[in-house]
């Protein structure tokens, strides 16, 4: 994707982008600052290096599968400040802690029971996004699991028809991954999105549209791949509907950066790489 595409569910086909966001959820929990005894619990790829194109492609092509299944839907409207349903706005401090406990139970190893409010909308936008950036969303079985914890019960069968199709086995192939979505023998492949932040732009009672700052992880790591490891850092546009007593998503769009500048850090080996994968679990998140 280069600078200033939108890639939004209204579109269709192919994005420029071979590693968008959607795309292991392993989990681990962390409690944030100020959350009272609460569980806290979507890539974009390195620049076009031709080496890289059918590697990175993954995330891209689920957003442009969902843009399918979602035309017309997308975009939400931009804001710095918007007013919740309290009447508080979500600027400077968007990730303040309310006290709250945004998170009533879970759906497997995704968060659900969302908190109706403004924290609540962020927390599930942060937590879908994580999903839906996961490894997990490379095999079929598991995508539709994800997709029906994350979605709008309403759209989920054909959006999980269209990104079936486009999961395809050649897809697969040129990612470097075996037909069922796993990776080859000694290699562990990675999809992993990290929530940065979130803000909402928008909110009524029943309906939120939060953005996501998201850096990512996404390549096969181990001893002779030729699709290392590369890092991403995008936004993700949720709008959110309140449905069956939770924020469900009901259509989405990426944008690529905000980008930090590279630090001085040494690449670590693809055995490193591999080891810190299977070692350190992923987070879910809830404010």
């Known amino acids: 994707m280069s600078p200033g595409d939108d890639h939004g569910y209204g579109d269709s086909g192919r994005t420029g982008d071979e590693y968008s966001t959607i795309g292991g959820t392993r989990q681990t929990r962390t409690r944030l600052p100020g959350s009272e005894?609460?569980?806290n619990h979507g890539r974009r790829p390195a620049r076009s290096s031709r080496s890289?194109?059918?590697?990175v492609g993954v995330v891209v092509l689920l957003i442009a599968a969902i843009a399918f299944a979602n035309r017309g839907g997308g975009g939400g409207e931009s804001g710095d400040d918007a007013p919740g349903r309290s009447g508080r706005k979500a600027g400077s401090a968007p990730t303040a802690p309310t006290g709250t406990k945004p998170v009533a139970g879970g759906a497997g190893p995704i968060a659900s029971g969302f908190a109706?409010?403004?924290q609540g909308a962020q927390s599930a936008a942060a937590n879908y996004a994580v999903a839906l950036g996961s490894a997990e969303m490379f095999r079929a079985n598991s995508r539709r699991d994800i997709l029906r914890a994350t979605h709008d019960p309403a759209i989920v069968d054909g959006l999980a028809a269209d990104l079936?199709?486009?999961?395809?086995?050649?897809?697969?192939?040129n990612v470097g991954l075996k037909e069922d979505g796993t990776a080859p023998s000694g290699l562990s492949f990675v999809s992993r999105t990290v929530a940065v932040g979130t803000k909402v732009a928008a909110q009524d009672d029943a309906s939120a549209t939060v953005e996501v700052w998201c850096t990512g992880l996404v390549g096969l790591a181990g001893q002779g791949s030729t699709k290392p490891v590369t890092s991403t850092w995008f936004t993700i546009t949720q709008k959110l509907k309140w449905v069956g007593g939770d924020w469900k998503i009901e259509s989405?769009?990426?944008?690529e950066g905000p980008t930090p500048v590279n630090g001085?850090?040494?690449?670590s080996t693809a055995d490193e790489i591999?080891?810190?994968?299977?070692g350190y679990g992923g987070f879910t998140y809830a404010r």
């Open 37 to 39: 005894g609460g569980d």
């Open 264 to 267: 001085d850090n040494r690449a």
């Open 164 to 173: 079936d199709t486009a999961y395809s086995p050649d897809f697969l192939k």
């Open 274 to 278: 591999a080891g810190a994968v299977e």
């Open 116 to 118: 109706h409010d403004v």
């Open 52 to 55: 890289l194109v059918t590697v």
């Open 252 to 255: 989405s769009n990426q944008t």
